[in-house]
């Protein structure tokens, strides 16, 4: 049995940059720094921290592109993924980046609360985003309200 899964819950290090496909899909690279604490021999709170490249595709690329920016919180699931290209100089170059199959909006401002979820597997259906937005974005038909789920 094999599994390649990511689980990360963390603050975005730079905006979202979005681009096209040749075949016209969006795709949108991001940063994601989390972090890890524990307390050394002595006692003293330690931090280190992890940066990860991110990426996502069609409709989750637009959704982040619409929502996230630099410094927002946010939970990514998906698996790892690593690319290889020749670069200009000839040189073999290679990234490993998250490929983001779900993920959830973390509260606004990163101050407590409760994440935004976004699911972006097939089928697509996808629920409001945070509640500050929702005067200024009109919804399709299908969305659904989390307040309406019975668990």
């Known amino acids: 049995m094999n599994v390649n899964k990511v689980l990360l819950v963390g603050n975005l ?13 969006s795709v949108i690279n991001f940063g994601l720094a989390t ?11 330690q931090q280190q ?3 990860h490249n991110v990426v996502a595709f069609g409709k989750t690329a637009e959704l982040i592109h619409q929502y996230m920016k630099k410094g927002n919180s946010m939970f990514v ?13 000839g040189s073999k170059k290679s990234r490993t980046e998250v490929v983001v199959e779900n993920m959830q909006f973390g509260p606004r401002g990163g101050q407590g609360g409760s994440y935004q ?23 399709p038909e299908d969305d659904v309200n989390p307040n309406e789920i019975p668990f």
């Open 49 to 51: 921290t992890e940066f």
């Open 77 to 89: 699931e998906g698996r790892l993924q690593t690319r290889t290209w020749d670069a200009q100089d």
């Open 117 to 139: 979820t976004m699911e972006t597997s097939a089928p697509r259906q996808t629920q409001s985003p945070p509640q500050e937005d929702i005067a200024t974005v009109e919804y």
């Open 13 to 25: 290090t730079r905006d979202p940059e979005m681009r096209s496909l040749p075949s016209g899909q």
């Open 35 to 45: 972090n890890r604490t524990w307390k050394d021999k002595e006692g003293q709170k």
